[in-house]
C-alpha cells in the first residue's frame, strides 16, 4: 500500500498514478520489487527501493522512456474490490494496517499494474503528463528515485 502525503493542497492524483507506474517499470526492469516507501506531492515525488547501487543515465533514460510510453496508451485507471482471501492469494498485503477490512481496493493500471491501493487517481494514464526523473542516489541499500510531471 502506498505511504501518502496527507496535505491535500499538495496531493495530486496524477502524480499518485504516476508512481504506480514507475514502481511497475521498475518491477519489470530490475525485479527489485516495489517501493518500499514513498512521498507523493504535486510539485515532486520520490520512491524508496531495496536496490544495491544507484541508477546509470542511460537506466533513468529507458524508466522515463517506459512510464512515458504507458502514459501516451492511454490505459484506464480502474477501482477493483476483492474479498481479503482473494487479494491475499494475488498480493502482498503486509502493508496493510489490520483494521483494513475483508475487502481490499486494488488499483489496476490496464494490464499493465495492479495493487492495493487507498489513494485517489487520475481517470486514465493520458490525464498523467509527461514523467521526468529528477534524480537518484543511493545509501545503505535504498535507491531513491525522485520524479515530477511536466
Not at 85 to 99: H, V
Amino acid at each position: 500500500m502506498d505511504e501518502l502525503n496527507q496535505n491535500p493542497k499538495s496531493y495530486d492524483p496524477r502524480m499518485h498514478s504516476a508512481e504506480h507506474l514507475l514502481n511497475q517499470t521498475m518491477v519489470r526492469m530490475f525485479n527489485c520489487g516495489r517501493a518500499s516507501s514513498a512521498h507523493i506531492e504535486r510539485k515532486k515525488s520520490k520512491c524508496d527501493y531495496r536496490f544495491d547501487r544507484n541508477l546509470t543515465p542511460q537506466e533513468h533514460a529507458e524508466i522515463e522512456r517506459r512510464v512515458n510510453e504507458i502514459i501516451v496508451s492511454d490505459l484506464p485507471v480502474r477501482e477493483v474490490i476483492l474479498p481479503r482471501e482473494e487479494a491475499a492469494q494475488r498480493f502482498n498485503l503486509s502493508r496493510l494496517p489490520d483494521e483494513a477490512g475483508d475487502t481490499i481496493r486494488i488499483i489496476t493500471i490496464g494490464e499493465y499494474d495492479a495493487c492495493p491501493c487507498s489513494g485517489v487517481h487520475a481517470a486514465s494514464t493520458a490525464a498523467i503528463g509527461t514523467f521526468k526523473i529528477v534524480s537518484s542516489d543511493h545509501a545503505d541499500g535504498v535507491l531513491r528515485v525522485r520524479f515530477k510531471l511536466q
